[in-house]
């Protein structure tokens, strides 16, 4: 079993600054790709940004130039710092990880994080 592990989110005032943190812990071998979804009431849970095991980054538009991913492998661990942010970007931020756990099985599965709340006032 895999399990991810949120934390960071929390009340913040419009422009303010906020730092997501994910660990992931259980029978990894490798990780490939992390990213970080949120969802707010009503809404599609959506794609805010991506990173590949090299490093490479997808960002929704909605948050280029004000967040940025970025993950640390030896401590099975994916980040989003987020600066300047506004009131539509209140939701519940999830974690989720595609997770190889055998050495003789190449075949990896995708986890998700239980979420942290983001609330961001005006």
């Known amino acids: 079993q895999v399990q991810l592990v949120e934390s960071g989110g929390g009340l913040v005032q419009a422009g303010g600054s906020l730092r997501l943190s994910c660990a992931a812990s259980g029978n990894i071998f490798s990780i490939n790709d992390m990213g970080w979804y949120h969802q707010a009431p009503g809404n599609q849970r959506e794609l805010v940004a991506t990173?590949?095991?090299?490093?490479?980054?997808n960002y929704a538009d909605s948050v280029k130039g004000r967040f940025t991913i970025s993950r640390d492998n030896a401590k099975n661990t994916v980040y989003l710092q987020m600066n300047s942010l506004r009131p539509e970007d209140t939701a519940v931020y999830y974690c989720?990880?595609?997770?190889?756990?055998?050495?003789?099985?190449?075949?990896?599965?995708?986890?998700w994080g239980q979420g942290t709340q983001v609330t961001v006032s005006s």
């Open positions: 989720n990880a595609d997770v190889r756990s055998s050495i003789r099985d190449w075949r990896s599965y995708a986890y």
């Open positions: 990173i590949t095991r090299r490093g490479n980054t």
